[in-house]
């Protein structure tokens, strides 16, 4: 990879919040004719470049539809990533004289904001949601484009929670080192000590939160990180009670405490699919406009809990496909799907919105 291209990835990688979009457009993967397959991806650069690392030496056709440069999930739970994004890729493409069928391959964490019914009356392709990880899709085509359980599950993995962490500690450092160090030269207490503090706590908070994650107790992200600052905001005290540092110290500590696990609970909620998104309803794009959407709506917000109307239930077992936590099972003997375990629910709201007999209901 060129220097320049990694100088790129790398900027995409910390800047990921601000949204990089890429020219919408058709991309050949391989040698693909018109038998191959179709895949659609948000045109966020990260998503598009994870794609295709993963889709080497499977021959097909990718269509980069307009997110306004937002991933998959936060594109199709914000609003950027649509059934009008689709429509308009396969309209201006030419994928129609391209390829001999009609079948589109969506990622299965489009379906929030992507529905395949009317891209089926607007346009009479098959849209099918495939699984949620790149990494599946060879396997996913080789199966003849059926989803194993693994592949429609959504996981949080340590990795995944480091790369995150990565991510807000740059955050926090870009937002307060520099007004830091303009206000250390009017403010003599800002010194070289305290600075090492701030960053020790960031540290502690934004890592320490992720690495235990799925150890504290709740089914909220935003609520785990909380829970966490609150230990951090204790040891805190107690060390100044111990070595008794000065008041100064204490007020600028007990502040940063407080602040990095406002961001990174907030943050948080709704930068991951594995929990419930507050910002993903808004995304980032659109929270960096209107910031009441970052802060403003800053509130301990409980799950709303799935239920479903059995007797309107029609058997689709379209909720089975796209929900990314389990939460369904099928019932053969009557033929109507069923809540397995409600808990693990995340709102996303994919199976309400795709749901072809609206009998879902998140309250
Ligand atoms: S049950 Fe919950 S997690 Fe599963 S698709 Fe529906 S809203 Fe999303
Ligand atoms: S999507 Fe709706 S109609 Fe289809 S199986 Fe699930 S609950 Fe029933």
């Not at 960031?202 to 992720?210: A, E, V």
């Not at 929900?323 to 996303?348: G, S, T």
Request: with cysteine; net charge positive; glycine share 6%.
């Amino acid at each position: 990879m060129r220097l320049i291209e990694r100088f790129r990835l790398f900027i995409a990688y910390f800047f990921r919040f601000v949204g990089f979009p890429i020219e919408p457009s058709i991309i050949k993967v391989g040698t693909p004719d018109q038998n191959s397959p179709v895949l659609i991806t948000a045109n966020f650069n990260l998503t598009v470049e994870r794609l295709l690392k993963n889709l080497r030496g499977i021959d097909c056709y990718v269509l980069i539809a307009p997110s306004n440069g937002i991933n998959v999930w936060c594109g199709a739970c914000g609003g950027d990533f649509t059934t009008d994004s689709v429509i308009s890729i396969v309209k201006t493409s030419g994928i129609n004289e391209i390829v001999s069928h009609r079948t589109l391959i969506l990622p299965q964490l489009s379906a929030p904001g992507i529905n395949p019914v009317i891209i089926k009356k607007e346009l009479g392709w098959d849209a099918k949601f495939g699984p949620v990880y790149a990494k599946d899709i060879k396997g996913y085509i080789e199966n003849q484009f059926e989803k194993t359980d693994e592949q429609k599950r959504i996981t949080f993995p340590l990795k995944k929670r480091t790369e995150m962490a990565n991510i807000y500690f740059f955050i926090v450092l870009l937002l307060f080192s520099i007004p830091y160090w303009i206000a250390a030269i009017f403010l003599p207490m800002l010194n070289l000590l305290l600075y090492l503090e701030t960053l020790i706590i960031s540290i502690t908070i934004i890592y320490g939160s992720l690495i235990v994650l799925p150890s504290i107790p709740s089914n909220s992200g935003k609520i785990k990180v909380l829970l966490f600052g609150v230990i951090i905001l204790f040891l805190v005290i107690f060390f100044h009670i111990i070595f008794y540092i000065n008041l100064f110290d204490l007020i600028w500590d007990i502040i940063i405490v407080i602040l990095v696990t406002l961001i990174v609970g907030e943050d948080f909620h709704g930068l991951t699919p594995t929990y419930k998104s507050d910002l993903g309803e808004k995304s980032w794009t659109q929270g960096k406009k209107d910031m009441k959407v970052v802060f403003g709506k800053f509130k301990l917000q409980p799950y709303g809990a799935i239920k479903i109307n059995q007797e309107e239930c029609i058997g689709c077992k379209v909720c089975l496909d796209v929900c990314p936590r389990d939460v369904y099972r099928f019932n053969e003997l009557n033929n109507k799907a069923e809540i397995k375990q409600a808990n693990r629910c995340i709102n996303c709201n994919a199976c309400v919105n795709r749901c072809l007999a609206n009998c879902l209901i998140i309250e």
